[in-house]
């Protein structure tokens, strides 16, 4: 993604980004348990999502449809408002539905905060004490109107739509040094459209062989992300692929059609092991 100057330098000198007018804020310390496994709700990968409707929607969208029907999305999401309030700080902010999509609705105090929040104060003691004094209730109406009034000044709303939170989410992990470890939105999308639009079928655990037989007719895809490590060259290689081809080395996406040649897809940052000990945790991560 491309990084302003300003973020860049901000990076650096541990700083809040700027997303939008809002300040998104580096974990501190004491919230380094949480941070530690946020990529469980800020890099969920919908790779192996079945629900093609779900697969479709926009990353905030599907966290929160996935946690209406799923105990364990409900707790990812949960852990996601959790991170939202760790970034935002004093920023409140509310996820709501309009038209049919949802929106992150951020709250920044606006210059003259302080001056209308007293306004709203007295303004709240007035009602208070008058209602103790049994006035006439159209007076207290009066003064909740100009409350409210008060209120639309007192914050600056920024509004962030499903596709915009994409974006925010991958600066709040490179400010927090969380890697990535699935797949970009190019990908993501590419694979939905083939699925859907040329009738792909995921192959499964078959090997290369029996996955030629089994689909001749058909067109398939398969991930080859599964790593081990070769002795002779001393570095990780994907498993079932010969060493000399020119795929054995980089991670990904392999569609075959039923007529035509073989297309493969990489991404950005791939997740390879660095040593013999890593290769386990790099394949548990896939």
């Known amino acids: 993604m491309n990084i302003s100057y300003e973020n860049t330098m901000n990076l650096a000198f541990d700083k809040p980004l700027e997303y939008k007018t809002l300040s998104l804020y580096p974990a501190k310390l004491f919230y380094y348990s949480i941070f530690s496994s946020a990529d469980e709700c800020l890099d969920v990968s919908r790779l192996d999502e079945r629900d093609l409707r779900l697969m479709r929607l926009p990353y905030l969208e599907y966290m929160y449809e996935k946690s209406l029907i799923n105990e364990d999305f409900k707790n990812r999401w949960n852990m996601l408002i959790c991170i939202l309030s760790i970034v935002l700080q004093e920023q409140s902010f509310d996820i709501i539905r309009e038209n049919g999509r949802l929106y992150l609705k ?4 606006s210059k ?3 001056l209308l929040n007293k306004q709203y104060k007295a303004l709240q003691d007035k009602i208070i004490e008058e209602y103790s004094e ?4 159209d007076d207290i109406k009066e003064y909740a109107t100009k409350m409210e009034e008060i209120k639309d000044k007192m914050f600056n709303i920024i509004t962030i739509s ?3 939170f994409d974006e925010m989410r991958q600066l709040i992990m490179l400010q927090n040094d969380i890697k990535p470890q699935h797949f970009n939105a190019e990908t993501e999308k590419l694979l939905y459209e083939m699925q859907l639009k040329e009738g792909y079928t ?3 655990g078959l090997n290369s062989t029996a996955a030629r037989d089994y689909y001749s007719n058909k067109s398939y895809y398969h991930w080859d992300t599964e790593w081990e490590w070769n002795k002779t060259l001393d570095k990780p290689v994907l498993k ?3 060493i000399k081809g020119p795929d054995a080395f980089e991670p990904h996406l392999q569609f075959h ?4 040649n073989v297309i493969r897809v990489t991404w950005d940052n791939p997740d390879i092991p660095k040593n013999p000990m ?4 790099v394949n548990t991560n896939h």
């Open 257 to 260: 059609p039923r007529n035509g």
């Open 278 to 281: 890593d290769v386990e945790k």
């Open 162 to 164: 499903s596709e915009e």
């Open 134 to 137: 049994s006035k006439k209730i």
């Open 106 to 109: 951020v709250y920044q105090r």
């Open 202 to 204: 995921n192959s499964g």
């Open 240 to 242: 079932n692929h010969n």
């Open 112 to 114: 003259d905060y302080e």
